[in-house]
Structures are given as structure tokens and as C-alpha cells.
């Protein structure tokens, strides 16, 4: 008999076609009234169309978000948080913005709601990777799980085919480590293959 602790992430997932036009409804169940949207420059478009479907809710947008969530970029969303008082995240992207928002709310414990637009799977895990002075340090809260993910799988279809298999591969490469992982168990097995099955089939 296998032996196994299995910690069931308490994140509220939401998977669908036009599953974006949800995200009002989830912002008023969190009951957040200052929500400043994340994003990456090439995303900010996407960040406009999150923050116009919020309306007033929305605080502000910052399209900065950058690879390896560098300290200083956090700091710099940091600040703004500070000065409009920002109650609540919500990240439009792939792992640098979902990492962007991570490392806020490890410092502010504000609720994060991400809309992936890859499939890396960064934003289903407790876990943040920071760089500073060159040097990237990993580390795992609580803090750091999002509150709500969203699916909208309209979000990938502008992706180019490049950025797709780049990124499918990186999810097929977290769901084989799930197979060997020192906390691996059965639950965890189950969907790691059948992440990997059915990546295999829907990538390009």
C-alpha cells in the first residue's frame, strides 16, 4: 500500500470559451473595489479590455511585468498598490505577469485573479521565483496561490504557433516532474498524465 499526503490547492478555477465575461461577477464576489490589472507591454491591449469589463472597480493598469519577476519591477508595482490603495490583482498573461502578481501578493497578501494566456501552469502553484542581483531565489507561501484562475480559452488562439509549442512543451515538462516529485502521489499522477496526453494531442 502507498502512503500519501495530497494538499488540494484551494484556488477557484474557471474554465471555459468566453469565460472572461465572468470575471465582473468574480471581482464583485471577492468584493474588491481597487483593482489594478497586470500585464506585460506587448499585453496591455488585453489589460484594457480586462479593466474596461471591471469598470469603475479598476484602479489602474500596470503593463510592466517582465521575465523572472525581477525585484525591482515588484517594488515599482509595489508603490503604486501603496499609493491608490489597491484592494485587489488581477493578472492578464503568461508567467511573468502571474509571477508579477505573486510577488505582490506575497507582500501584500492582496487576492489575485489571473487569466492565463499560456499554458505553463505557474498560476495553479504556491510557488514564486524572484531575480535580484542576478540571482533568482524560489520560494513557496500560501500568500502566493491565486484566489481565482480563468480559463478563457479565446485567449489563446491569437498566440503564435512558436509561442505555443514553447509553451506546451514547458507544461508537458512540469507535469513529467509532477511524475517524479518527492511528494508525488496518485492524485497528482492521475493528472499529470493526463495533462501530458492531452497536450500531446492539442499542440501544433
Do not use: W
Not at 23 to 38: A, F, T
Amino acid at each position: 500500500m502507498l502512503s500519501f499526503t495530497y494538499n488540494g490547492q484551494p484556488a477557484r478555477v474557471i474554465f471555459g470559451s468566453g469565460t472572461l465575461a465572468q470575471l465582473p461577477s468574480e471581482v464583485e464576489r471577492l468584493g474588491l473595489n481597487k483593482v489594478l490589472v497586470l500585464a506585460t507591454p506587448p499585453q496591455e491591449e488585453d489589460a484594457k479590455r480586462l479593466a474596461k469589463l471591471i469598470g469603475d472597480r479598476c484602479a489602474g493598469i500596470f503593463a510592466g511585468a517582465v521575465m523572472h519577476t525581477p525585484v525591482s519591477v515588484t517594488e515599482t508595482a509595489l508603490q503604486i498598490v501603496k499609493d491608490k490603495d489597491i484592494d485587489g490583482l488581477i493578472a492578464v498573461g503568461g508567467g511573468s505577469t502571474t509571477g508579477l502578481a505573486k510577488a505582490l501578493a506575497l507582500r501584500t497578501d492582496l487576492p489575485q485573479i489571473v487569466a492565463p494566456t499560456t499554458y505553463a501552469g505557474s498560476e495553479m502553484t504556491p510557488i514564486l521565483g524572484e531575480t535580484k542581483d542576478g540571482n533568482k531565489v524560489t520560494q513557496s507561501s500560501p500568500k502566493i496561490l491565486p484566489e481565482v484562475v480563468i480559463y478563457d480559452v479565446d485567449l489563446t488562439l491569437t498566440l503564435p504557433a512558436a509561442m505555443s509549442g514553447t509553451s506546451g512543451m514547458n507544461a508537458i515538462a512540469h507535469a513529467v516532474e509532477a511524475l517524479y516529485a518527492k511528494e508525488a502521489n496518485p492524485i497528482v499522477t492521475m493528472m499529470a498524465l493526463e495533462a501530458i496526453g492531452v497536450l500531446y494531442e492539442a499542440l501544433p
